[in-house]
């Protein structure tokens, strides 16, 4: 079964700090992975995606993750903080099931808190 | 083009009564998923249409929880009776067939509160 974790529920950073999100899988087939932001009183917005092309994959707002399969990471940065990147992360796995369509595996979430 | 959207934003019901949650997927999208977010939880998945047909509802909790996509447009979950620990939040989502090598686009969710 595939599986997610996410370390840390809640990280702090300052505003123009290096952003860290760690995001760890497990899976029996290679994955697909996604990165999706909530911002407040909002939906789940896409990120980026890993799809097995280029493993470092750039996001919008200046996000990016870097698959390492030895490592079972997809972990997510962004050079510099804003306050508007205040939100939930969610890590999510998901396998090709059949040409229907695919689930979401999805981590718990961390929350992103940025200080100014 | 217009996103995935679910009606209503927010419900609070009283247990035992029932609600129905509607999700509208953008136009020509044949899958159509349900999850749900209870309380510090994570997003779990709840069953996936293609078109009006049930492909997958391994994650539905129990029998109290009905979904039907009539015509293959919107969705429809229902919960009757509800019980507090249905509370959370109901997420829908939408994607192309054909190409599962996707994302799929999310609403923004239906806060239920069952008190």
């Known amino acids: 079964a595939q599986s997610v974790t996410q370390l840390g529920s809640h990280v702090s950073v300052s505003e123009g700090a290096l952003v860290l999100l760690r995001c760890n899988y497990s899976?029996?087939?290679?994955?697909?992975l996604f990165w999706y932001v909530q911002y407040p009183n909002q939906g789940l917005q896409l990120l980026l995606k890993?799809?097995?092309?280029?493993?470092l994959v750039k996001g919008i707002n200046g996000f990016e993750a870097e698959f390492k399969k030895s490592e079972t990471s997809f972990h997510l940065t962004k050079p510099s903080a804003h306050m508007s990147d205040a939100a939930e992360y969610f890590c999510a796995v998901t396998e090709v099931r059949d040409n229907y369509g695919q689930n979401f595996v999805f981590g718990p979430g961390t929350r992103l808190s940025v200080l100014p | 083009e217009a996103g995935v959207t679910q009606f209503p934003s927010h419900s609070v019901i009283e247990k035992g009564q029932t609600v129905t949650l509607r999700c509208d997927p953008i136009?020509?999208?044949?899958?159509l998923y349900w999850y749900r977010r209870v309380m510090g939880k994570e997003i779990k998945f709840l069953l996936h249409f293609v078109k009006e047909s049930k492909q997958d509802e391994s994650g539905m909790p129990n029998n109290r929880f009905l979904a039907e996509r009539t015509g293959g447009t919107y969705s429809t979950l229902k919960v009757q009776p509800a019980e507090l620990e249905d509370s959370g939040v109901y997420f829908c989502?939408?994607?192309?067939?054909?190409?599962?090598?996707?994302?799929?686009?999310f609403g923004q969710g239906t806060r239920l509160t069952v008190v």
């Open positions: 890993y799809t097995s092309a280029a493993t």
């Open positions: 899976s029996s087939v290679p994955p697909y």
């Open positions: 136009s020509g999208h044949d899958n």
């Open positions: 989502a939408s994607s192309h067939s054909g190409t599962s090598r996707t994302e799929a686009f």
